[in-house]
């Protein structure tokens, strides 16, 4: 056979290979910009939606002054900057009916709020039609519970602060871990690195088991609905679980999106505390007359005449920085 003819064979046995494996590189390289811009919207989303859980319009909601991680999480404004964000960033703004699909493939929204966490995922509704028989709803609020050998129960929150059953007391009390430690019979109480193990682990675990069964429903979902994809709970490392529950925050899944013969995953985590900043309070000696401005915490004995958010606002109106430390 001619060396012409071996090459021809050659192309004609090799080519589809080649062809199918040019496909497939250019589906992958597809998915990895899908991937990522998927990975951007999602992140920014919750960055969106983190910064809006502590916005709340009732001064009982606000940040408590005993605890700065005492912030109640509006739930409803992070879903809705949420699905704002990420339906601008996919370019789906102005389309209802897309932005209902593209929950289709996020299964769980977490919403981390101080004493207990919230999901929002598809639930069964009985209507009749398999196409409506899922809706999103959130789920109620899931305490941080913790029970030990000996009775106890115990409800943690983002800190130390707990309300807890004394079995041994017979009653229930409140207050920071170290505050209870000399009146209460509760064993866990009484060694600080302990508590903060067992509560840390508690809620991670508590989180994780919870959106195990939440993504295990969604699997029912999709498979009746015509969804191949089979939707497993992320590896999330244990830096990120802890990170996650300093403080209140949003946590949010992509799973299962088609591109070319890829799936795009991803998962995203942002914060949502309110770091309270120390007011600036403007006062006049009353000896020198002379203005001063200094912390909230400071107390000169000098007659309060304004409350400013930053120094240099009260330097503007004429008052001199007071040392607090002689």
Not at 187 to 209: A, C
Not at 229 to 248: A, C, G, H, V
């Amino acid at each position: 056979m001619k060396i012409t003819e071996l090459s021809i064979v050659f192309v004609l046995i090799f080519f589809p290979f080649f062809y199918i494996l040019t496909i497939h590189s250019d589906d992958a390289q597809k998915a990895n910009e899908m991937a990522y811009r998927y990975k951007t919207a999602l992140q920014t989303a919750v960055i969106d939606a983190g910064a809006v859980m502590h916005q709340n319009e009732k001064q009982y909601a606000e940040a408590g002054y005993d605890s700065a991680k005492f912030v109640k999480a509006d739930k409803e404004l992070a879903l809705s900057t949420f699905t704002q964000t990420m339906a601008l960033n996919m370019g789906i703004q102005d389309d209802q009916t897309a932005i209902q699909h593209m929950f289709d493939y996020i299964p769980a929204i977490v919403i981390l709020d101080y004493d207990g966490y919230y999901i929002f995922a598809k639930e069964t509704e009985l209507t009749g039609k398999i196409e409506n028989s899922y809706k999103h709803v959130w789920s109620p609020k899931k305490p941080y519970t913790y029970s030990d050998s000996d009775g106890n129960s115990i409800n943690f929150t983002l800190d130390g602060y707990v309300h807890a059953f004394d079995a041994g007391a017979g009653r229930w009390i409140e207050g920071f871990q170290h505050e209870l430690a000399a009146t209460s019979t509760i064993s866990l109480f009484q060694d600080s690195t302990i508590f903060e193990q067992v509560r840390r682990s508690r809620i991670v675990t508590g989180v994780q088991n919870e959106l195990a069964d939440v993504i295990n429903n969604h699997n029912e979902f999709a498979r009746k609905n015509g969804v191949s994809y089979l939707f497993t709970m992320p590896l999330i490392s244990q830096e990120d679980w802890y990170n996650s529950i300093n403080d209140i925050g949003i946590m949010a899944f992509v799973q299962g999106i088609a591109v070319g013969d890829q799936k795009v995953n991803n998962y995203a985590i942002g914060g949502g505390r309110l770091v309270k900043k120390t007011a600036v309070v403007g006062g006049v000696d009353p000896v020198t007359n002379i203005k001063y401005h200094y912390p909230a915490t400071c107390n000169p004995g000098f007659r309060a005449d304004e409350v400013f958010t930053h120094p240099r606002q009260a330097a503007a109106k004429g008052y001199f920085e007071f040392d607090c430390s002689s």
